[in-house]
């Protein structure tokens, strides 16, 4: 790739083509470190409200990113691809969800968004991977596109892939813990220096690799975090039997300096749209690359991760007394995790939705994803408060991790259900206030009761 000279000092106009969870946040960040962006979504809705600097999902700290972007002409939306013409780095950041009827990553969203790119690349410029892809993406799409870009000879392709949690997306965005750049090219690594300048001017390390090392960072990252969300889990289910208690065995656990605390809870489970189908897409490229056997240990990972939502739903009918049908359920939380309204692949709404599939009435409180739970399972009852999906309830079972959820006053609570049961799938409730308070009280792992 040949850089043109000039430019202002250091910024640099770039494009993010896919504006969902990942790209609307980097977009916008980048918007806020001075650079000029395009966001291209083919989704009208999503670009119409991006446009108004309003964003289209709940994640803290990013709205006012968004309006202070757009207000200053730095951040704009659009659908075509084609007013991203002209900028020195194209971020793709389209979704790489589970392929129907397969285990492998879908990817016809990243082949479309760079379909539609190609044609519009006719200056010299890089082509930066942040989508979470398997192996051997890169060089597929760098082959495509020298075959259709007219700036074919001046076209790069890089991978810089993305770590952000949902719920700390800005933060984790704007003080990344490191900063990948899969590269082949000088140039590519200074337009990525450029782009990230205040990050790595603020100490942020920066680790330069080819690019199959850079596609597979991300998903090794998930499925280390996976593996051990699985493994913890296992742990909780042996204290169960075993009448120990996981709070302890995790304390004991986190303060070991190799194992650390962080990712140690035991509960219902992982889920989202990262984690389930990396691990996923990890095992059926392993596959494809002759190492199914070795890959197998993360088949059981997935599998040890859906017994808990299983095990949770056992759990609750054993304390319905074997029968579920028009029992009234309470489901407290419905995305997959706290600080986002994220229900892809989310246990809890998963637990939710089976549990009526057996006849059960549920009704589902969360803070922030009622409005996704009503597009996704519209079939669900979706209440307002913790107490509205409480009333005269058989069971209670808390599912995601909301701070909100750790404050419920379990005597109070008691006065609203029918039967005072709860399931604690996150471990964030006192087992002693709970049973202090009248609670016929289960948490996953802990055993006693
Ligand atoms: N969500 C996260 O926390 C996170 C973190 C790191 C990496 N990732 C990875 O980032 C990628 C995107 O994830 P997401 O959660 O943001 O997905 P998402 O579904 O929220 O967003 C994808 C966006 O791409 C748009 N899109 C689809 N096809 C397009 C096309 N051809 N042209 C333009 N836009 C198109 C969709 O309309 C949507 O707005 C995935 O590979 C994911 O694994 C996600």
């Given at each position: 790739?040949?850089?043109?000279?000039?430019?202002?000092?250091?910024?640099?106009?770039?494009?993010?083509?896919?504006?969902?969870?990942?790209?609307?946040?980097?977009?916008?960040?980048?918007a806020?470190?001075?650079?000029?962006?395009?966001?291209?979504?083919?989704?009208?809705?999503?670009?119409a409200?991006?446009?108004?600097?309003?964003?289209?999902?709940?994640?803290?700290?990013?709205?006012?990113l968004?309006?202070?972007?757009v207000?200053?002409?730095r951040?704009r939306?659009?659908t075509?691809?084609?007013?991203?013409?002209?900028a020195?780095?194209?971020?793709?950041?389209?979704?790489?969800?589970?392929?129907?009827?397969?285990?492998?990553?879908?990817?016809?969203?990243?082949?479309?968004?760079?379909?539609?790119?190609?044609?519009?690349?006719?200056?010299?410029?890089?082509?930066?991977?942040?989508?979470?892809?398997?192996?051997?993406?890169?060089?597929?799409?760098?082959?495509?596109l020298?075959?259709?870009?007219?700036?074919?000879?001046?076209?790069?392709?890089?991978?810089?892939?993305?770590?952000?949690?949902?719920?700390?997306?800005?933060?984790?965005?704007?003080?990344?813990?490191?900063?990948?750049?899969?590269?082949?090219?000088?140039?590519?690594?200074?337009?990525?220096?450029?782009?990230?300048?205040?990050?790595i001017?603020?100490?942020?390390?920066?680790?330069?690799t080819?690019?199959?090392?850079?596609?597979?960072?991300?998903?090794?990252?998930?499925?280390?975090?996976?593996?051990?969300?699985?493994?913890?889990?296992?742990?909780?289910?042996?204290?169960?039997?075993?009448?120990?208690?996981?709070g302890?065995?995790?304390?004991?656990?986190?303060?070991?300096?190799r194992?650390?605390?962080?990712?140690?809870?035991p509960?219902?489970?992982?889920?989202?749209?990262?984690?389930?189908?990396?691990?996923?897409?990890?095992?059926?490229?392993?596959?494809?690359?002759?190492?199914?056997?070795?890959?197998?240990?993360?088949?059981?990972?997935?599998?040890?991760?859906?017994?808990?939502?299983?095990?949770?739903?056992?759990?609750?009918?054993?304390?319905?007394g074997?029968?579920?049908?028009?029992?009234?359920?309470?489901v407290?939380?419905a995305?997959?995790?706290?600080?986002?309204?994220?229900v892809?692949?989310?246990?809890?709404?998963?637990?939710?939705?089976?549990?009526?599939a057996?006849?059960?009435?549920?009704?589902?409180?969360?803070p922030?994803?009622?409005?996704?739970?009503?597009?996704?399972?519209?079939?669900?009852?979706v209440?307002?408060t913790?107490e509205?999906?409480?009333?005269?309830?058989?069971?209670?079972?808390?599912?995601?991790?909301?701070?909100?959820?750790?404050?419920?006053?379990?005597?109070?609570?008691?006065?609203?259900?029918?039967?005072?049961?709860?399931?604690?799938?996150?471990?964030?409730?006192?087992?002693?206030?709970?049973?202090?308070?009248?609670?016929?009280?289960?948490?996953?792992?802990?055993?006693?009761?």
């Amino acid at each position: 790739m040949k850089r043109p000279v000039g430019g202002t000092a250091g910024l640099v106009l770039v494009s993010v083509i896919g504006t969902g969870y990942l790209g609307a946040t980097h977009a916008a960040c980048l918007a806020a470190c001075g650079h000029e962006v395009v966001g291209v979504d083919s989704s009208r809705e999503r670009v119409a409200t991006l446009a108004e600097g309003r964003a289209p999902f709940h994640e803290p700290g990013l709205e006012p990113l968004l309006r202070e972007g757009v207000r200053s002409g730095r951040l704009r939306f659009t659908t075509e691809c084609a007013d991203a013409a002209g900028a020195e780095a194209h971020f793709l950041c389209v979704g790489t969800p589970q392929r129907p009827g397969s285990h492998a990553a879908d990817l016809s969203s990243l082949d479309a968004a760079v379909g539609s790119l190609a044609p519009v690349l006719t200056t010299p410029t890089v082509v930066v991977g942040k989508s979470t892809v398997p192996v051997g993406t890169a060089r597929r799409i760098g082959e495509r596109l020298r075959a259709e870009a007219p700036a074919a000879d001046d076209v790069a392709v890089a991978w810089n892939p993305e770590f952000l949690r949902e719920g700390h997306a800005v933060h984790d965005s704007l003080h990344p813990d490191r900063l990948v750049f899969g590269v082949e090219d000088d140039e590519s690594d200074q337009v990525l220096r450029d782009v990230y300048a205040t990050m790595i001017n603020s100490g942020v390390p920066v680790v330069r690799t080819d690019l199959p090392t850079a596609e597979l960072a991300k998903v090794s990252a998930n499925v280390m975090l996976a593996a051990r969300i699985s493994l913890v889990n296992l742990l909780a289910e042996v204290c169960e039997v075993a009448s120990a208690d996981v709070g302890d065995l995790t304390r004991i656990l986190g303060l070991d300096e190799r194992i650390g605390d962080k990712f140690l809870t035991p509960g219902v489970g992982f889920g989202g749209g990262c984690l389930p189908k990396d691990t996923r897409a990890f095992v059926a490229r392993a596959e494809e690359l002759g190492l199914a056997g070795p890959a197998a240990v993360l088949r059981e990972v997935d599998a040890l991760n859906m017994r808990q939502r299983a095990r949770t739903i056992d759990r609750a009918v054993r304390m319905l007394g074997g029968r579920v049908d028009g029992r009234q359920v309470a489901v407290l939380g419905a995305a997959f995790k706290a600080g986002s309204d994220d229900v892809r692949d989310s246990p809890a709404l998963d637990v939710a939705t089976t549990l009526q599939a057996r006849g059960a009435r549920v009704r589902v409180h969360d803070p922030q994803a009622g409005s996704n739970v009503r597009r996704v399972a519209p079939a669900l009852d979706v209440a307002e408060t913790v107490e509205q999906a409480c009333r005269d309830a058989d069971v209670v079972l808390v599912l995601t991790d909301w701070d909100e959820f750790r404050g419920i006053d379990p005597v109070a609570l008691a006065a609203t259900v029918r039967h005072p049961r709860v399931v604690d799938g996150r471990l964030v409730l006192d087992p002693d206030k709970w049973r202090a308070a009248g609670w016929d009280f289960h948490a996953l792992g802990r055993g006693g009761s």
